[in-house]
């Protein structure tokens, strides 16, 4: 049998090695536009700064070693053209010496990945407004850099590319705006989660714009960006991060059904509407683990395990993609911020019942050296519990944490399972209560009645509370959310008679731990207009930022 694979890369190059190693007497022939069949394109950003020192270290496979290791014969400078379906013939063309021959195949695997979106910018055709998606494109920019001097930049889009470049760029030492039309980066965050970000972006040298776009780029000696604001910025180097869009074209062509988010549309053997011809990669549309919903997740992740099911069920294996659940992370100078499953934007556009909580633990054990704290974000399912989602940012500790509960939502756990999680704990690594457990002690206690929990956002929606603080004097001295009174939680009890029993009392400390504490107090006291600020302060903080 004869396996013909559309693109390299994540996709292509994996399902390539899991066919060889699942049937030795396949034919696999590799189609690739470009001059590289395997590369770490994730890595772009960070040989731009020099981090990563060695080009060659991203070039994670050449043809000359796919024939060797895996008798897979690569194709570079070969664009497949058209993909007969009736005849199972592919029309392909060299690049290099133009010819244009036919290629049969049996089974066919599209990888063709995704392109970076450009939109139409008056100037954009100018040298220094360049993209960053493939090894070409890093070679071009980091040429331009070192050629043309530059000292000033304009990163356009505050996605995790549009930070991440951002970031790399202040590291070689050049001053970089990042414009971003909406009023946060980084959507998979909700706001009050991306102004850590933001904070994190401003405090390593990056100048924000928010809430603006870039109108046109002016070539006049030196470059100019004028935002639709009326900002002007220097620029030596434009760099579009706005995005990616699905290469579809090919699929289109031959009449594969495409899905309504605009990726190939697959089943859970990563299937297309032609039984011979499967799917994997950027340019495919997937369905959400946790919402059940069509959706593009262009993640090198997910990208190598449907290339490996594709590679699987050619072979005669039965296996399944059960769906995306967007878990992604960022190195943002010092911060390290990841996200998993559903944020509050999409829990509200599903029209899902489900609670949000904030909490602030240390990423260790607080009296061991270097312990630091983060701040994390969890989403469950109200009355049932299960876990929808969760956001962590800080300094250490964030992958771990943020894994487990991808790890939770995939099994399909609750809060209560997070509580009960036996997780590592020594005290240079952990705690014997993990941030994890935190999350589900918290989340339980919400659902078992033990206390009500709001957001700053619903707070501030309700009619007429009071906003009582608990913290010590000096903390509360240092700043507190205006017209809240302050009773400390050691003083509470003998003070209890000055509180009113007819307003809402919205109890707060620094992270929501002594708060707790407070309303348990309160509660037991015959006070029922009571709830607990999640997150308490900092989280405030963190709303108000903006």
């Known amino acids: 049998m004869k396996v013909c694979i559309i693109g390299g890369v994540a996709g292509g190059a994996t399902a390539a090695a899991r066919l060889r190693r699942l049937d030795e007497r396949l034919e696999i022939i590799v189609f690739e536009r470009g001059d590289y069949i395997s590369f770490a394109n994730c890595g772009l950003p960070y040989h731009v700064s020099g981090r990563i020192r060695e080009r060659d270290s991203l070039l994670l496979q050449t043809p000359e070693g796919f024939w060797s290791r895996f008798r897979v014969e690569v194709r570079l400078g070969n664009e497949v053209l058209d993909i007969d379906t009736r005849h199972k013939r592919l029309q392909v063309r060299n690049l290099k010496t133009g010819e244009e021959y036919a290629e049969s195949y049996d089974t066919l695997i599209l990888s063709p990945g995704a392109y970076p979106f450009v939109p139409p910018i008056e100037g954009s055709g100018a040298a220094m407004f360049m993209t960053l998606r493939d090894i070409p494109d890093m070679d071009a920019m980091i040429a331009r850099i070192e050629n043309q001097s530059v000292t000033e930049a304009v990163v356009i889009g505050g996605g995790f590319i549009g930070v991440e470049i951002a970031e790399n ?8 705006h990042l414009v971003e039309m909406l009023g946060q980066v980084m ?15 401003t405090g390593g040298g990056v100048c924000l714009h928010l809430s603006d ?15 639709d604001s009326g ?6 180097l434009v760099v579009s991060a706005i995005g990616v869009r699905p290469d579809v074209e090919l699929a289109r062509k031959a009449g594969l059904r495409i899905g309504v988010t605009g990726g190939i549309a697959v089943d859970a053997g990563m299937r297309t509407s032609d039984p011979c011809i499967f799917a994997a990669g950027d340019a495919v549309e997937t369905t959400h683990l946790v919402t059940g919903t069509p959706v593009l ?12 099911i594709a590679a699987d069920n050619i072979c005669g294996l039965s296996s399944s993609y059960q769906g995306p659940l967007g878990t992604a992370i960022v190195k943002v100078f010092d911060l390290h911020a990841a996200v998993t499953g559903l944020n509050e934007k999409t829990a509200k556009r599903h029209n899902l019942a489900y609670q949000a909580i904030h909490l602030h633990p240390l990423s260790h054990a607080g009296y061991y050296p270097g312990a630091a704290q983060m701040s994390l974000k969890l989403l469950f399912e109200v009355p049932g519990g299960r876990v929808l989602g969760a956001q962590c940012i800080g300094t250490v500790g964030v992958d771990k944490r943020i894994d487990v509960i991808a790890s939770a939502i995939h099994a399909g756990m609750t809060v209560y399972d997070l509580e009960r999680l036996d997780l590592a704990y020594a005290p240079p690594f952990g705690s014997a209560k993990d941030p994890v457990n935190m999350a589900g002690f918290v989340g339980s206690n919400i659902l078992r009645g033990l206390v009500a929990s709001v957001t700053y956002d619903q707070a501030e929606a309700m009619e007429n509370p009071l906003f009582l603080d608990v913290r010590k004097n000096e903390e509360f001295e240092e700043g507190c959310i205006p017209e809240s009174i302050h009773i400390p939680l050691d003083e509470l009890r ?12 919205i109890v707060t400390c620094r992270t929501g731990i002594r708060s707790y504490a407070a309303v348990r107090i309160l509660k037991q006291s015959g006070f029922e207009l009571l709830s607990n600020l999640s997150g308490g302060y900092i989280t405030y903080g963190h709303y108000t930022a903006k």
């Not at 760029?169 to 970089?176: D, Y």
């Not at 003998?494 to 009392?505: A, F, G, M, S």
């Open 213 to 227: 776009s870039v109108k046109r780029i002016v070539v006049d000696g030196r470059g100019k960006v004028i935002l």
């Open 297 to 308: 997740v262009p993640l090198a992740g997910p990208a190598n395990k449907q290339a490996r």
């Open 231 to 236: 900002t002007e910025l220097t620029a030596d």
């Open 169 to 176: 760029l202040i590291a070689r030492g050049i001053k970089t």
């Open 494 to 505: 003998e003070r209890i008679h000055e509180l009113p029993k007819d307003r809402h009392l």
């Open 187 to 201: 959507m998979p965050f909700d706001p009050e989660m991306a102004s850590i970000i933001e904070a994190g972006l």
